[in-house]
Each structure stands twice: as C-alpha cells, then as structure tokens.
C-alpha cells in the first residue's frame, strides 16, 4: 500500500493541513514553518505512543481539543486486499481510510480538597468506510433491540421496502444482517450512502500494527548510538538476527566448539586445561578465606553463546581515524543510518537479493 493523503489537525503547529502525497515527497519550507511538525505528526500515526503527548503536542496547548491525524492509502497489493484480518476495514474501491486520535484525559481527584489530576493522554484509532445511511442496514447498529423498533416503521428506499424483502417473519439478529446485505446489494444507488468513521473497534490496534508500512522517523539532529544497538525491534538489530538466522548448523556447531574450550580454558571444569592464572588467584582467596571460615570459593566466568557473540556487535568507522560511530560528525553519522535502513528495507521487501545475501 501507499500512502496518498494525510489530514493533520490540532498537533503541535498543524490546526488543519490537508497534504496530497506523491511517489517521492519533499517538504520545503522556512526555519520553524512546521515541516517537523508534519514528519512528527507521521510518527504519531505509524508508531502511536503516549510518550509522544504531552499538553505541547496539541495546538497552542489546547488540551480541550482533539489531535487527528487521517491517512488515506492505496495501491494495496493483491495479498493486502485478500489479508482476511484487514479486508473488513478496506473501502469498496480497496483503498484504506485511517486515522489515529489523543484526547486528554483528567481522572477527577480521589480525596476531598485532593488537586485535580494533571491528566494523561489517551489514544484511539480509526477507520472510515461508506456505509448505508439509514441505521437498519448498518451492520453495527443491528441488534436485537434496535429490530424491535424498526420493524414497527416503514423501512423503504425508493420503491423498495425492506419489510417486504424479509418477509412477514420478523428476522433474528444474524438473518437481518444477511438480508441487509442483499437489500444493500439489490436497492441501494452511490446516493444512500455516506462516509462514516469507526472508533476503536475491537482489535483495530493489532491489524494496524500488523499491516502498516513501516516508518522511521530519524530527527535532524540524532545520535547514533540508538541505531547502533542491537534489539529484536530496530532496524539494525533485526538485520543481524537475519543473520544468526543464516547461520548454519555445521558453522554454529564450530562457533559452540571454540566457546567451550574457551570455557575450559577459564573454568575449572577445565581440568588441567584451565589458566594457571586463574587457578593460582583462586587459590589464593581461598587461603585467605580459611581464616575466616572454611569454604571453597571458585571464580566462574560465564562465555557468552553464539547468539550473544552475534548480537552485541560495535560498529567503528574508519575515515582516516578508526574510531566508535557514535564519535564521528553528524554528516557521517546519518550516511550510516540511511545505509542501515536501506538494508533493512531491503530486508523487508525481498529487494536487492542480487545484491546481497543475509
């Protein structure tokens, strides 16, 4: 999918800005015109957080307002459209209408005379589909009670009466939805419909999450030291689990030979192969400790599996002066994180497999 539009309103210096977006997007504009502003108000809706609201993200710190951010997204490919867990949020042109939404909340104070409660940020996310505009053929709205009004009132559009098309029988819950469906299908012109959004559905959350592209937000000025890291969630990290991954088993099982005789080497279950060094320090406190009580100490080192050897990487760049990236310039500092996400990316997508092997 791609993204075609976004809708800010009331984050940070954005009160309503519509922004049409293309295949590759600039945004230019003057020293604090708000171009942070937009890229911030992305990250809000990709990666959604409470630690990113405060009073200061809503407009002119008006925590009596709604901060909403809209996407409209297209191009979905033909696996996206047929995802069983998205599909049912997907409008009838297979495009996707989203939104994600904060609202301050202030809990009322617990103790008489107790200051209010400074409040929290609440977030909620959205989805906007076309649906019938008359209450008995919206799939939310049946409902046991709500069949016993209507069928008491004359359910028509144009010439066509739902009543008749139900039969005499006043329908359960689950038949009214499947007559709806076909009622819909049959009567219904572009005409009776309107554009509706969905609050917080049940579950929502989790198909975002599982279906959005991805979006890394990297600041003007940033520090490389948290890209440099190695977790299961940033980019760099999960391109060297791919690479424990592509590890072989014949080349893992030499990996763990050379450890455990490292351990030997270090442990007393070394034998006679352990360090003199060791051993000798070992004694040592244990003569030492005699005065005291008797007791055996022993030093135990703990080596390190295959997995943690291949995870706790440094980087270092050398451009004249081997050192630490997170000592290099800025310049160089961001040239290595876009050099990380293009690999990640490309991890993701499957592209530039000719290029190179994981």
Known sequence: MKLKSVHIKNYRSCKDVPIKIGSMQAIVGA??????????????????????????????CDVELQIWVEALFDELSDAEKENEKLKPFLRPDDTFHIARSATWKIEEPGEEGAPPDDGKPVISQH????????????????????????????????????????????????????????????????????????????????????????????????????????????????????VLESVTAQQKAELETTLDGLQKRLNRIGGADRLESIVETERKLNEVLEEYMTCDLEIEFQTPSVETLLTTPHLFADDGFRNMVSNKGHGLQRAIIFSILRCYSELVTGAGNEKKSL
């Open 31 to 60: 020293n604090n015109a708000g171009k942070s502003s937009i890229i911030r108000a992305l990250d809000f809706l990709f990666n959604p957080s409470t630690t990113k609201v405060d009073k200061e993200t809503f407009w002119n």
């Open 127 to 242: 989805f906007c589909k076309p649906m019938p505009k008359y209450d008995w053929l919206q799939d939310g709205k049946i409902n046991g009670k709500n069949i016993d009004e209507w069928w008491k009132d004359n359910l028509k559009v144009g010439d066509a009466n739902f009543l008749d098309y139900v039969g005499a029988a006043k329908p359960k819950v689950v038949a009214w939805k499947e007559k709806a469906k076909g009622f819909i299908e049959n009567h219904l012109s572009s005409d009776d419909f309107i554009n509706v959004w969905n609050d917080n559905p049940q579950g929502y959350a989790g198909v975002l999450k599982g279906t959005l592209p991805h979006f890394i937000f990297v600041p003007a000025v940033r520090d490389i030291s948290d890209e440099a890291k190695v977790t299961k969630t940033n980019p760099f990290g999960k391109l060297l689990y791919a």
